[in-house]
T-cell receptor, first 109, second 114 residues
C-alpha cells in the first residue's frame, strides 16, 4: 500500500527566506507525485506534478527515487505563499490520490 | 482542466438524517473520486465512482453509509446517511483531467451534524 509522509505540520519562514516542505513516500512501483496547495477559503488546486518538471510560482520539486522524496522548494518565500500544502501520490490502475497530512506554511513579513 | 461544480457548499444537519452532495463536471470523465477531510486532518478517499458500475469503497467506508450514484460521465452524488456528529467534515469530489495534467477538486461541502 502507498503512503505519503509530511513530517512538518507547521512551518514558518520570513519573507525572502528559502523554504523547503518535506515529503517522503512509500510505494513499491513507480508513482506519480503531486503537490497541491489550498489558500485560505479557496479550493484545493494543483501546484506541481513531477512529470511536468515545471516551476510554478517559483516552486520546484524533484523526485528522488533513491530517498523516496519529493520535497517542495522555493528560494525566496513571499507572504502570498502562506497556505496549506499537500503532497500526494497516484499509483496503480485505480488512479486515486493518497495524500500526506499537509504542512501549513506561514510566511512572516 | 476540468471544472467541477459541487453543491451544497455547506449544510447543518440533524443527526439521523441524510444529506446528498452533488458534483457536476463540465467534461466527460471516466472516474470520479469522493474524499473526506475531517477537521484538522488530511484528505481520505471514500470511494471511486465509475459510470455504469458500483462504486469501489476504501477500507472503513461502506455503501450503506455512503451510497454513491454515477448516472453518466459528468455527474455523481454522494449521500451521507444516518448522520452523526462524527460525520462532520468537508466532503470533496475530484476527477482526473482528460489531458492527464493532474486532478481537479470541487470546492467542497462543509457538513456539520448537530
Amino acid at each position: 500500500a502507498q503512503r505519503v509522509t509530511q513530517p512538518e505540520k507547521l512551518l514558518s519562514v520570513f519573507k525572502g527566506a528559502p523554504v523547503e516542505l518535506k515529503c517522503n513516500y512509500s510505494y513499491s512501483g513507480s508513482p506519480e507525485l503531486f503537490w497541491y496547495v489550498q489558500y485560505s477559503r479557496q479550493r484545493l488546486q494543483l501546484l506541481l506534478r513531477h512529470i511536468s518538471r515545471e516551476s510554478i510560482k517559483g516552486f520546484t520539486a524533484d523526485l528522488n527515487k533513491g530517498e523516496t522524496s519529493f520535497h517542495l522548494k522555493k528560494p525566496f518565500a513571499q507572504e502570498e505563499d502562506s497556505a496549506m500544502y499537500y503532497c500526494a501520490l497516484s499509483a496503480g490502475s485505480a488512479r486515486q490520490l493518497t495524500f500526506g497530512s499537509g504542512t501549513q506554511l506561514t510566511v512572516l513579513p | 482542466s476540468a471544472v467541477i461544480s459541487q453543491k451544497p457548499s455547506r449544510d447543518i444537519c440533524q443527526r439521523g438524517t441524510s444529506l446528498t452532495i452533488q458534483c457536476q463536471v463540465d467534461s466527460q470523465v471516466t472516474m470520479m473520486f469522493w474524499y473526506r477531510q475531517q477537521p484538522g486532518q488530511s484528505l481520505t478517499l471514500i470511494a471511486t465512482a465509475n459510470q455504469g458500475s458500483e462504486a469501489t469503497y476504501e477500507s472503513g467506508f461502506v455503501i450503506d453509509k455512503f451510497p454513491i450514484s454515477r448516472p453518466n460521465l459528468t455527474f455523481s452524488t454522494l449521500t451521507v446517511s444516518n448522520m452523526s456528529p462524527e460525520d462532520s467534515s468537508i466532503y470533496l469530489c475530484s476527477v482526473e483531467d482528460l489531458m492527464g495534467e493532474g486532478y481537479t477538486f470541487g470546492s467542497g461541502t462543509r457538513l456539520t451534524v448537530v
